[in-house]
């Protein structure tokens, strides 16, 4: 379409705009209590009433920086460990059993021992939500590095990339699809171990301010957390699809049709199939 507007886009703009319309004329029917249910209008007003304030900036600034730290350490460690177990068996064998217990134990789970621990400051919150990031990024990234063809390694050995060359150029781009597929995961995991982590005791964040304001029974306020919480996620996974997109422009090229001519474009070449 014009102006590089997709269908999809319109239409997922005109679905948006019917859902919020629909709840705006069920809220002001008096059909229900528009105070259980307030309308997107009076949301919006609360929104920016805490937007003047500097209240909503501080709580999402404050749950960004958590969420950013978490699952930036995450990870990493998931990144390592994955590597490093798929490497070398027999470290594997020595502490698959110990990972996979812990992993059967819900991230929430961990809440009032991480606060017992470490309280309810900065800390506690970051290592919940690394911990419930390290999972997926660990399983993928073993799965990811361990099912690499030993016949690339061979082939690229053939030629000169040995030790960490092999690594490097065969080994970490087999395994990236999925590395990149748990990283996508933990984003979403993040945010829920979040909100549970400022839920529990927290002097700032998203969470704690519908937390707040349950106690002081402003659901409007409740509703502007929930938005912001979405926005978030859906923020964080367009930012990361577009950055994978940019930094990794053959990634997914098999999947999506729209993505073979750029790669045709860099290699000079017309790909066959």
Same mark, same amino acid.
């Given at each position: 379409?014009?102006? +590089?507007v997709?269908r999809? @886009?319109?239409?997922?703009?005109? +679905? ?8 705006e004329?069920?809220s002001? @029917? +008096? ?6 249910l307030?309308?997107p ?5 609360s929104a920016?009433?805490l937007?003047v304030?500097g209240?909503?900036? @501080?709580?999402l +600034?404050?749950?960004?920086l958590?969420?950013?730290i978490?699952f ?8 390592a460990?994955g590597?490093?177990?798929a ?10 059993p110990l990972v ?6 819900p991230?929430?789970?961990?809440v009032?021992l991480a606060i017992f621990w470490?309280?309810?400051g900065?800390m ?5 939500i690394a911990w419930?990031?390290f999972?997926p990024?660990?399983?993928n990234t073993y ?7 030993p016949?690339l390694?061979r082939?690229?050995?053939?030629l000169?990339a040995r030790g960490?060359r092999?690594?490097?150029?065969v080994?970490?781009p ?5 590395i990149?597929?748990g990283l996508?995961v933990s ?5 829920v171990v ?5 839920l529990?005791?927290a002097a ?8 707040m304001?349950q106690?002081?029974f402003?659901?409007d ?15 964080a996974d ?7 997109r940019r ?16 790669i045709?474009?860099a290699?000079?070449?017309r790909i066959t199939?």
């Amino acid at each position: 379409m014009a102006f +590089g507007v997709s269908r999809h @886009s319109v239409a997922g703009m005109i +679905g948006t705009f019917a859902f919020f319309a629909a709840w705006e004329a069920l809220s002001r @029917s +008096g059909l229900v209590n528009n105070v259980m249910l307030p309308a997107p209008s009076t949301i919006v007003q609360s929104a920016w009433a805490l937007i003047v304030t500097g209240e909503l900036p @501080s709580h999402l +600034g404050a749950s960004l920086l958590r969420a950013t730290i978490g699952f930036l350490s995450g990870s990493v460690l998931g990144v390592a460990l994955g590597v490093v177990m798929a490497r070398l068996p027999l470290l594997h064998g020595t502490i698959n059993p110990l990972v996979q217990m812990f992993r059967a134990v819900p991230s929430l789970a961990f809440v009032p021992l991480a606060i017992f621990w470490f309280g309810i400051g900065e800390m506690s919150k970051i290592v919940l939500i690394a911990w419930g990031v390290f999972f997926p990024v660990w399983v993928n990234t073993y799965i990811g590095v361990r099912d690499v063809s030993p016949l690339l390694g061979r082939a690229a050995a053939s030629l000169g990339a040995r030790g960490w060359r092999n690594f490097a150029y065969v080994v970490i781009p087999g395994a990236l699809p999925f590395i990149i597929a748990g990283l996508r995961v933990s984003l979403s995991v993040a945010l829920v171990v979040l909100v549970a982590a400022e839920l529990a005791g927290a002097a700032f964040g998203v969470g704690y301010l519908i937390q707040m304001s349950q106690q002081v029974f402003r659901v409007d306020q409740m509703f502007v957390g929930l938005i912001v919480l979405g926005a978030m996620g859906f923020a964080a996974d367009l930012l990361f699809e577009r950055a994978v997109r940019r930094l990794l422009p053959w990634y997914g090229a098999e999947q999506a049709g729209q993505n073979v001519p750029q790669i045709e474009r860099a290699s000079g070449r017309r790909i066959t199939k």
